[in-house]
């Protein structure tokens, strides 16, 4: 089979499993083949499936990652003995093993994480990573590489960086690259790639973050005879869908801010803040405040008829901070996880208002984070990782936490 036939299996076969998808057309566009291919794999269950399936997948997802181009590390120059920077697609890399910015369920995600589980095959790394999860932040295990032309993927989970306190994260982050280190020389690996973890929706400052990984590796590297890489992603790696980035750049050029009901010459009565309708006397008001943000979050999440886990896994949250969420006691969470909360329940724009309300925040008409992701609540349109590839691609904060 040709590429083309390769991915015309793999999607029928994962449309055969789906009796409500039997009707579906398969459109002739090889790039919007993929996006249905990529989109029945992120929402298939983690089942048993044909080898025949694994066989057609691992040899596609091959030539899916040689047609971008191979890097071998043996080209590549190091900065000091041992230590060296490079950006592009961490997953071109021939290494013996490239390390995942993971969670402690060792689920896919977005971002580079997603761009693993995706060119290793979602399948198998799945059910790989299924059998050892879950992990503890600042530890790592360690999956095959797959499809992919590293021998093997070191899943690392790093610290949320608003979850604790800064020495404490700092030290977390530091065990985590050590935690991969040390399990990669314990199966004798002689060349590691690691991204920067923690950098991306957890939210570490990239610049300390840098500053750790190099510290924790040049320390590592001094004594042990391995060769790091410190991958820094290359945007063409993770460019979002055409049609996403000119449909959305078509919503903001069209002067979409000014339809869009958050505006502050255009503010729905219910938006109005409560001070101006307020009777008078201070004690009243403080004694009859809002449902607090935790409340109306859990509100909503039996509203939706959706499980704890469901919605905290689907919002790309770590189990640790939706609880540290969930059980309030004056800790509010920041604007992006807070949305990926919003995105995961399928809030329409009003509740998505409501929800951000609870915890002090509100859209602004002159925020492109804001404007995009009101624009996918807009349209209905729910994939969170589909929304982060969007944000990464306008260089915005990404969604989760």
């Known amino acids: 089979m040709n590429q083309s036939e390769k991915r015309l299996f793999l999607i029928q076969s994962l449309l055969n499993e789906r009796p409500s998808c039997q009707k579906q057309i398969i459109p002739a566009d090889s790039e919007r083949q993929k996006i249905l291919l990529r989109g029945l794999m ?66 896919m995600g977005s971002g580079v994480c997603g761009a693993i589980f995706h ?17 503890r932040t600042g530890e790592a295990v360690m999956t095959d590489g797959f499809a992919l032309p590293a021998g093997h993927v070191i899943h690392a989970a790093g610290p949320v960086y608003q979850e604790r306190e800064l020495a404490e994260s700092a030290l ?18 002689k060349s590691v790639a690691f991204p920067l973890i923690s950098a991306g929706i957890y939210g570490y400052p990239k610049d300390e973050a840098l500053s750790l990984a190099v510290w924790a590796i040049r320390h590592f590297v001094e004594d042990h005879g391995m060769d790091v890489y410190l991958a820094f ?38 938006a109005v803040p409560k001070a101006l309708k307020m009777p008078a006397g201070l004690d009243h008001w403080v004694h009859h405040l809002d449902e607090p943000f935790n409340e109306a979050l859990l509100r909503l999440i039996d509203d939706k008829g959706m499980t704890d886990t469901e919605v905290y896994k689907k919002a790309n949250i ?23 909360l919003a995105i995961a329940l399928e809030l329409d724009l009003d ?28 349209k209905g349109q729910y994939d969170i990782d589909e929304i982060n590839e969007v944000l990464f691609h306008y260089d915005q904060p990404l969604l989760g936490g």
């Open 233 to 270: 992603p290359d945007k063409s790696a993770f460019v979002p869908e055409e049609y996403l980035v000119r449909d959305v750049e078509e919503y903001m050029a069209e002067g979409a801010y000014e339809s869009v009901p958050v505006l502050y010459d255009a503010m729905p009565e219910r």
């Open 172 to 189: 977390l982050l530091t065990k985590t690259y050590q935690s991969a280190l040390a399990l990669a020389a314990e199966h004798r690996l």
């Open 119 to 135: 060119a290793a095959g979602e399948e198998k790394m799945t059910a790989a990573c299924q059998k050892l999860s879950p992990i």
């Open 318 to 340: 770590d189990r640790r901070h939706f609880s540290k969420i969930r059980t309030g006691k004056g800790y509010t969470p920041k604007k992006p996880a807070i949305l990926a």
């Open 42 to 107: 992120n929402v298939r269950r983690p089942v048993r499936i044909g080898a025949d399936f694994l066989q057609v997948q691992d040899a596609y997802l091959q030539d899916e990652t040689a047609a971008k181009g191979i890097t071998d590390i043996a080209d590549l120059t190091p900065i000091q003995p041992g230590l060296y920077l490079w950006q592009g697609d961490i997953t071109t890399l021939r290494c013996d093993a490239i390390v995942n910015a993971a969670n402690t369920e060792l689920r």
């Open 351 to 378: 509740e998505a208002e409501d929800l951000l309300a609870k915890a002090g925040y509100a859209f602004s008409p002159s925020r492109k984070f804001d404007v995009i992701v009101q624009y996918f609540i807009i």
